[in-house]
């Protein structure tokens, strides 16, 4: 394990003694320990701070597309990633509630990649995969870990951001590092001392709940991942877990109207009617983690030398799994941008506006839609959204190529070179335009088919 053995101490121009780092990170989820860890591999000295006493077991993210799993292999930690969840192989199924009709929509196959790429998603609980990067992150000499240590304020000087921190008695701590990064969550304090607004909305149609649950699903027919369609009664039901565990995640929603303390006394009720099998049923409830989903972004995911990442920059609604997803791909992309500014000193301030604006883009014009419309497609009533799901469904099992389309779309990779030349720049947008016209023309043609009876 990392240690501070070897701490350097530097005097703030207001007489205080800091530690020096070359970056601190707040907050060890998943998305700061991902960080660290990228950083700390590659010689630059991380710190990383975290007001929780330990890892925070409660039901959050667990899906991981292939754009992430390539990180992972990259840094080798994926064998073990692979190893503790559920390696999905079978894409995803739409489905009415068991309770209703119990009929399966349509289905989205396993996607397919050139060979020796990744075309499976692994499904994971959170706080097991942010265990399994401490673990390789504190074999890293340059890393190290601050538990009950809670961020409190920051100030930016010309080289350097001074931060101060507090333990659970109120004593402060002073740091000091050339860029500091806040990955500490949808309330980050970091963005707070910032004072950058977080644009958006909250969703208060439902109250979110995370159920992890012990049930044979897979007995009565359900693959890793489905969606359940329902005005009232709709879920995501997945694998958390490898098999051996067993467990598995339901994402629903409740009534806003219910009291936190009284939302237990809904359970049996709701899981009667999303429960396949014969009844009595017979299942345990290991977690339960009411919520409210919001979908936001930060008006900048930067500012000076302190940049934002994962729920710290933005959030969505966890129907479509691309919360976690999104920010780890934010670490993939900061991660190698941050590395060019420490080979050159005076670069930073456009590689972290390159950071800022590639990853706002993203999330805004695709994570944020994607999310939206996954949400309103599972439960919504509305007819023009009820149309577009039945248009879609219909495609997917008219035209097995359509479903192809949808899981390739998963597959995409973040390049090693986030600053190409003029002339590669050029050569992939051409590309990008004989790409785009060759899907408008394949979607023409299976909206055609799908409309034949």
């Not at 590659?42 to 667990?62: F, N, T, Y």
């Not at 989205?108 to 499904?123: C, H, L, R, S």
């Not at 940049?307 to 919360?323: E, F, K, Q, S, Y």
Request: aromatic fraction near 8%.
């Amino acid at each position: 394990m990392a240690t501070d053995t070897a701490v350097k101490m530097v005097k703030a121009p207001n007489g205080t003694m800091h530690e020096k780092h070359d970056v601190i990170i707040v907050g060890a989820g998943p998305v700061g320990l991902f960080l660290a860890l990228n950083l700390a591999r590659k010689g630059i000295e991380v710190l990383v701070l975290e007001a929780e006493a330990d890892i925070v077991p409660s039901p959050r993210a667990l899906m991981y597309f292939p754009i992430v799993l390539h990180e992972f292999e990259r840094l080798g930690i994926l064998d073990e990633v692979v190893s503790a969840g559920y390696k999905n192989q079978e894409g995803l199924c739409f489905r009415t509630p068991a309770g209703g009709s119990n009929k399966v929509l349509a289905k989205i196959p396993p996607g397919k990649a050139p060979e020796g790429t990744i075309d499976f998603g692994v499904q994971l609980g959170q706080h097991t995969l942010t265990n399994i990067i401490r673990k390789y992150a504190r074999e890293c000499p340059k890393f190290s870990l601050r538990y009950s240590t809670r961020f409190v304020d920051l100030q930016e000087e010309d080289d350097y951001v001074n931060v101060e921190a507090s333990s659970p008695d109120g004593t402060k701590s002073f740091f000091s590092a050339r860029f500091v990064v806040g990955c500490d969550g949808a309330s980050s304090p970091v963005r707070k001392a910032l004072k950058i607004p977080f644009e958006g909305f909250t969703w208060e149609d439902w109250r979110f709940l995370a159920i992890n649950i012990r049930y044979d699903f897979a007995a009565h027919g359900y693959p890793a991942a489905n969606h359940v369609i329902d005005p009232e009664d709709w879920a995501v039901i997945v694998r958390a877990s490898n098999v051996e565990e067993g467990l598995w995640r339901i994402a629903t929603g409740i009534s806003p109207d219910i009291p936190t303390d009284e939302i237990e006394k809904h359970l049996p009720a709701k899981l009667e009617r999303l429960l396949p099998g014969p009844r009595p049923l017979q299942y345990e409830i290991v977690a339960v983690n009411p919520y409210w989903a919001h979908e936001r972004c930060a008006s900048t995911f930067r500012s000076g030398r302190v940049i934002l990442c994962g729920d710290a920059a933005h959030v969505n609604n966890p129907l479509t799994a691309l919360g976690l997803t999104t920010g780890l791909v934010d670490v993939a992309v900061l991660s190698r941008l941050l590395l060019k500014a420490f080979e050159d000193a005076t670069s930073w301030p456009v590689l972290l506006d390159k950071y800022s604006s590639m990853r706002r883009k993203d999330f805004i014009n695709n994570v944020q839609k994607q999310t939206i419309q996954g949400k309103l497609r599972i439960h919504s009533t509305d007819r023009k959204v009820v149309a577009e799901r039945d248009d879609f469904f219909n495609m997917l099992n008219k035209n097995p190529g359509f479903g192809m389309f949808v899981a390739s779309t998963m597959m995409e990779t973040v390049p090693d070179d986030l600053l190409p030349s003029p002339l590669t720049r050029m050569t992939t947008a051409v590309a990008s335009a004989w790409k785009l016209i060759g899907t408008i023309v394949m979607i023409i043609w299976w909206k055609i088919n799908a409309s034949r009876s």
